[in-house]
């Protein structure tokens, strides 16, 4: 190797050296001071007009309240039919259970199943 490599790769070497350290070189600039041109006052109020508004993100129950529907059903027409739906003998009669049950007569005799209650209460085994 004469002299003339010997230059150009030691200058190569270096400006990879150089190019490697350009890339993590950090500079400290010290803690910055905070500059603001808004007064106290005026950040109180930015804030207290944010906490008022609505959130746009929320989901679920943080959304806050529905939004009012409209009915073009008045007041008078829903009341009249809550009063019709009280006065009927079951409000949630559907179908077959719109009668009232029926008494059902015991085949047993009342000794019987109170024996049959004191032995399940104590864990005994009901005969069969």
Same mark, same amino acid.
Do not use: C, W
């Given at each position: ?8 790769? !030691? ?7 150089? +190019?490697?350290?350009?890339?993590? /070189? ?5 803690? =910055? !001071? ?6 106290? @006052? ?7 007009? /944010? ?9 679920? @129950?943080?959304?806050?309240? +529905? ?19 009280? =006065? ?7 179908? @077959? !259970? !719109? ?16 024996? /049959? ?12």
């Amino acid at each position: 190797m004469n002299t003339k490599q010997r230059i150009a790769l !030691s200058a190569i070497a270096f400006a990879m050296l150089g +190019a490697a350290g350009a890339v993590h /070189a950090e500079t400290y600039e010290g803690v =910055h !001071s905070i500059t603001s041109s808004a007064s106290r @006052a005026d950040v109180r109020a930015e804030a207290v007009a /944010a906490a008022r508004n609505d959130n746009p993100y929320a989901e679920g @129950a943080n959304a806050g309240p +529905a939004a009012v529907i409209a009915s073009s059903t008045t007041r008078a027409a829903v009341r009249a039919e809550a009063v019709a739906a009280a =006065h009927n003998d079951n409000p949630y009669a559907e179908g @077959a !259970s !719109s009668g009232v049950a029926p008494m059902v007569a015991s085949t047993g005799d009342r000794a019987t199943v109170r024996a /049959a209650a004191r032995a399940a209460a104590r864990g005994d085994a009901l005969p069969l």
